[in-house]
């Protein structure tokens, strides 16, 4: 954007001078892409014979994100790692992306461009490319749709029905850092812990860094696409108990989860020790980890504790799947047994579900 003394509004920019900075800005196209920005469609080439994948998402103000909590930059960015985590969680390999925007008077092209920013951020480290998008005014609120296409270039896709009883559930990278990091956000302006109590600093900045900058585990996928290796996958954004619950349904299972195998970052720890909670329930209800959640044929165990030190991936085993009277249960490190609830986002209400209100059905 221009510096802010020039600096246009929306109105004097108009759609095609906004269009127009979008292209020249973040509209850089490689070799898959033929035509991008600027023509009635994209052009890009399609692997041969291989699987496409294509996902979409809808954020709304006030819905999905809240600008007195987020800058334009999370945004983007979030909204990015939502789409590359559903690639990932598919095996693929993320390629094209295209953005809708909806926008209300009182923003900027400097907003705009940040967000943009935020999302290419994302977008780059996965050599994902801007290829197209629509640009509307909106009288009630920010709204952006995103869609990304995705290709499986080798093995097969990793959906959610394929899980079987017997089956091994593992899980990649730590859970429950991205709620921990929401809830230190949400605590400020923060009080500073007295000398030698409280969270370390350095664990404060990794866990808000988790929840305002997630990876989205792409190699991870593309990995077990690759080797065959996963019958079911699903990425972790509500929460493994509602997340694990959809693969269940999809695949006609229950499962059991050992609480005391779930994979916790120090930082975590530290926060829930700080906080009196339970580093377990962050674990299990906590969303927005952009983990990915898998099952494996036991008869593949060995090959994939193998191949995964060889390329250097942590993958935690959590539990096994069991036939679907079984149920969701975990395990708690007490030796009893409880059942596993839903926990997470209820759209049409307009709340996310409290911990403590669902995550435990005896
Ligand atoms: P049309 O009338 O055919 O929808 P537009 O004028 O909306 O064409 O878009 C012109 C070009 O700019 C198209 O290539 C479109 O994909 C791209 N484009 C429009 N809005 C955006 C946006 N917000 N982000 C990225 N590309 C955009
Ligand atoms: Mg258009």
Redesign the pocket.
């Known amino acids: 954007m221009p510096s802010s003394a020039s600096r246009p509004s929306l109105s004097r920019l108009g759609e095609f001078g906004l269009?127009r900075h979008?292209r020249r800005r973040f509209g850089r196209i490689g070799p898959s892409v033929l035509r991008g920005?600027?023509?009635?469609t994209?052009i890009v080439r399609a692997p041969a014979g291989r699987p496409l994948l294509l996902t979409t998402d809808l954020l709304v103000e006030g819905i999905h994100f809240d600008l007195s909590t987020a800058t334009f930059e999370d945004i983007g960015y979030k909204a990015a790692v939502a789409n590359l985590s559903d690639i990932a969680a598919m095996g693929g390999r993320p390629r094209h992306l295209l953005?809708?925007?909806a926008i209300p008077p009182t923003r900027t092209p400097e907003d705009i461009d940040r967000l943009y920013r935020g999302l290419m951020q994302a977008c780059r480290r996965h050599g994902v490319e801007?290829v197209?998008?629509?640009?509307s005014a909106s009288r009630s609120g920010l709204f952006v749709s995103i869609t990304l296409t995705g290709s499986i270039e080798a093995g097969r896709p990793l959906t959610r029905d394929g899980a079987g009883a017997g089956d091994l559930v593992y899980v990649t990278g730590t859970l429950g850092d991205s709620l921990a990091g929401l809830a230190l956000l949400a605590g400020r302006p923060r009080r500073r812990p007295a000398a030698g109590t409280g969270t370390p600093e350095r664990y404060r900045r990794f866990l808000i860094r988790r929840h305002l900058r997630p990876s989205p585990r792409i190699p991870e996928g593309r990995f077990l696409a690759v080797h065959r290796l996963a019958t079911a996958a699903i990425d972790l954004s509500d929460g493994l108990s509602g997340d694990l619950a959809h693969v269940c349904e999809q695949s006609g299972v229950g499962a059991e989860i050992e609480a005391s195998d779930l994979p916790l970052s120090p930082a975590c720890r530290a926060y829930a020790s700080e906080h009196g909670t339970d580093p377990v329930r962050l674990a299990l209800t906590g969303g927005e980890d952009y983990e990915l959640l898998f099952t494996v044929s036991p008869r593949n165990h060995a090959t994939l504790t193998r191949l995964a030190r060889r390329a250097g991936y942590r993958f935690t085993r959590i539990g096994t799947i069991r036939p679907r009277g079984f149920g969701l249960r975990v395990k708690l490190g007490n030796g009893t047994t409880r059942r596993l609830t839903i926990a997470g986002y209820v759209h049409f209400q307009r709340r996310r579900v409290a911990p403590e209100e669902a995550l435990w059905s005896r």
């Not at 197209?132 to 640009?135: H, K």
Request: proline share 0%; charged share 20%.
């Open positions: 269009i979008l920005i600027g023509d009635d994209a953005v809708a925007v801007l197209g998008g629509d640009t």
